[in-house]
């Protein structure tokens, strides 16, 4: 019944004694040898609408989505075909398992305009990337909040990507307005 603090640790000799049924120390001892093996690094980044842990020697990975488990996906990368909410678990060389956080991923599929844009990643912190702006005509974007106001937030444009500074404001819900030639089209984000 007692518990062993081993933080800091990274290996220990721990002597072990026998207790019998009423709680009385008996005779058996025996000196048990611990590594503690640190956890595998779980910290998700996001690179052009893909999700990725750092790649760490002799490790495996697995991703999950909103189903489950997700065939074949067993890199340190992967790159979402849907929106949902993903998470990899990574298992270190010594057998230890940890679980990153969960992320949402938006991907937009534009029916009426020329291209499919991706919106990523959702929850945002300080930037919200949409890929795909140069197959869509005309496209402007304004941000929003839930009362309707207009947002003025920096953009950068690169190639064929916006990237939205969102590290301005406040934590909630803000809409992304994208307004192409045709039509207009409302997507919903977070900034955390």
């Not at 990523?120 to 309707?148: C, E, N, R």
């Not at 003025?152 to 192409?180: C, F, R």
Request: with cysteine; net charge negative; aromatic share 6%.
């Amino acid at each position: 019944g007692n518990t062993f603090d081993y933080a800091g640790l990274t290996s220990a000799d721990i002597l072990v004694e026998g207790v019998d049924a009423q709680g009385r120390a008996t005779p058996d001892k025996t000196t048990v040898s611990v590594v503690v093996n640190p956890l595998p690094d779980v910290i998700l980044s996001q690179t052009d609408g893909s999700i990725t842990v750092p790649a760490t020697n002799g490790a495996s990975y697995q991703w999950y989505n909103n189903n489950g488990f997700i065939q074949d996906a067993t890199q340190n990368a992967y790159t979402p075909t849907e929106s949902g909410n993903y998470y990899v678990e990574v298992t270190s060389g010594e057998g230890c398992v940890a679980i990153s956080e969960t992320i949402e991923m938006l991907i937009l599929g534009i029916d009426d305009w020329e291209a499919e844009l991706q919106v990523y990643p959702v929850p945002t912190h300080d930037v919200l990337h949409i890929k795909g702006v140069q197959q869509v005509a005309g496209l402007s974007v304004k941000v929003v909040d839930v009362k309707g106001k207009q947002l003025e937030i920096p953009v950068t444009k690169k190639a064929d990507e916006l990237i939205l500074h969102t590290g301005l404001l406040k934590n909630g819900v803000y809409v992304l307005q994208m307004t192409s030639l045709v039509s207009t089209k409302m997507v919903r984000f977070i900034k955390r």
